[in-house]
């Protein structure tokens, strides 16, 4: 089941240059951690041209660096939840490692 992304209220317009929405990103990536990502609210909205249409520079999906950070950003937003539900940080990082099968941190 998706569910609501946690890392930004505003699921209309893209994060990036807010025209409206065309895509969906998730933060964490793969077959199975895609559908993990649905279910945990891991996605960001995106028109195409800044998911996977447009110049190599500017996009998510080809970008090396995006791609990291889109990670990185996945994990601090799923931990930031755990530790508002009462997890500590530690048992937070370890949770994350144990869903989805490495730490990007």
């Known amino acids: 089941m998706k569910k609501e992304g946690i890392v930004t209220k505003y699921n209309h317009n893209c994060l990036f240059c807010g025209r409206p929405l065309e895509a969906t990103h998730h933060l964490i990536g793969g077959t199975s951690k895609r559908k993990q990502s649905?279910?945990?609210?891991?996605?960001?909205?995106?028109?195409?041209?800044?998911?996977?249409?447009?110049?190599?520079?500017?996009?998510?999906?080809?970008?090396?660096?995006?791609?990291?950070?889109?990670?990185?950003?996945?994990?601090?937003?799923?931990?930031?939840?755990?530790?508002?539900?009462?997890?500590?940080?530690?048992?937070?990082?370890?949770?994350?490692r144990k869903r989805y099968g490495e730490s990007y941190l």
């Open 38 to 96: 649905d279910q945990d609210g891991l996605t960001i909205p995106c028109c195409n041209g800044c998911h996977n249409m447009g110049e190599l520079s500017r996009r998510i999906h080809g970008n090396p660096m995006a791609e990291a950070m889109s990670k990185i950003i996945g994990q601090l937003a799923w931990e930031k939840r755990a530790v508002a539900e009462g997890q500590t940080e530690e048992e937070a990082r370890e949770a994350f």
